[in-house]
């Protein structure tokens, strides 16, 4: 696939480092990403969500050039995968962890990929010892955990010291320790600049993880935002037993407030963010005040409401619709990126 010879530059520092441009895939007559566009900026982390079979998966497998488009591009710093100079000091993925030669250690997976690429042995110990293996480097792979096998695929996605990352799914088999870990360790990466992708069906982990989410369901964007936009316009309860005194205050200082009987007696809504005011109006009021708290939209509540109505609501669930047939991998994969199966996704976690 060409790409224009104005967009081959690199990105500078306000512009997005992977854009999605009208992407579509179909298998047949199973359309698995369909006219899908969004972008991701540096120095973010955004999380990719979507039901088994919304095409994430698949719309990452395209980003990296392991499944050819029927439509549009995937670009990462204005040129797509396959036309990346140094690909890995580009762009790390990690796929899959169960990519891993089961007799092979740890360390030595490591040194084949770094031997193919000219980065030397001390980066490969750097690595192991920044994601917390180290002590199983020497250890076969076969015998790794999945926790263990996620710890290695993200220090291989790390080899190069790219500044974009995609990852599908880097917390499962992760236990909490190795979750909390991998949050302060992304947003680490963050903070550097690095442009960070992560596909998940952990909505509370993603919630506390991202800066950005895009929303996809049957390949389709259904919603774009940042955490924050997703949840809402910022709102106060407080619960108290002098709710019309209460109430009288909090309007009388040009704020939006009532009552707010879904959450119990006593319970009035504040169309604000901050507690620090609503407390001293309570205060000043004479009214006691028994709970006060930031209300914010679920996000889980949100992604089910989204993906779970009828126009969204995945369309091979009842059908019996077949899956799509296997399509072979377009050329070479990534090389910190080779998953096992080669044909599109069969679950799309």
Same mark, same amino acid.
């Given at each position: ?71 549009? $591009? ?5 040129? $797509? ?52 293996? +180290? ?192 399509? +072979? +991998? ?20």
């Amino acid at each position: 696939m060409s790409v224009p010879a104005a967009a081959q530059r690199a990105v500078g520092p306000s512009e997005a480092a992977i854009v999605v441009q009208d992407l579509s895939k179909k298998f047949g007559d199973f359309v698995a990403v369909d006219n899908l566009s969004f972008e991701v900026s540096p120095g973010r982390i955004t999380g990719f969500l979507g039901p088994n079979g919304a095409g994430k998966t698949t719309t990452l497998r395209m980003l990296l050039g392991l499944v050819r488009p029927s439509a549009g $591009t995937g670009l990462i710093d204005g040129v $797509t995968y396959a036309q990346l100079d140094r690909p890995l000091q580009t762009v790390g993925a990690a796929l899959e962890a169960t990519n891993f030669h089961p007799g092979r250690s740890g360390r030595d997976h490591l040194r084949v990929l770094a031997a193919t690429h000219g980065i030397p042995d001390s980066r490969v110990d750097e690595l192991l010892a920044l994601v917390g293996i +180290p002590a199983a480097a020497r250890k076969k792979a076969g015998g790794y955990s999945m926790g263990m096998r996620q710890r290695l695929g993200l220090a291989a996605a790390l080899l190069g010291d790219p500044h974009v990352l995609i990852l599908d799914e880097p917390s499962n088999g992760l236990d909490p320790e190795g979750i909390r870990w991998l949050r302060g360790f992304l947003r680490h990466l963050a903070s550097q600049g690095k442009t960070i992708l992560i596909s998940s069906h952990l909505l509370s982990e993603v919630e506390q993880t991202v800066d950005d989410v895009v929303i996809i369901a049957n390949g389709q964007l259904v919603r774009q935002g940042t955490i924050d936009e997703l949840h809402g316009e910022a709102t106060t309860l407080v619960r108290t037993s002098g709710s019309r005194a209460l109430i009288g205050a909090l309007r009388g200082a040009g704020l939006e407030a009532g009552d707010e009987p879904a959450q119990g007696p006593g319970a009035v809504r504040v169309v604000t963010g901050d507690l620090a005011q609503v407390g001293d109006l309570a205060l000043a009021a004479g009214v006691p005040v028994h709970e006060l708290r930031v209300l914010r939209t679920d996000l889980e509540r949100l992604y089910f409401q989204l993906t779970e109505s009828p126009e969204n609501r995945n369309r091979n669930l009842d059908t019996g619709a077949a899956e799509p047939p296997p399509e +072979p +991998p377009v050329g070479p994969p990534p090389v910190a990126a080779t998953p096992d199966r080669t044909g599109p996704e069969e679950t799309d976690r």
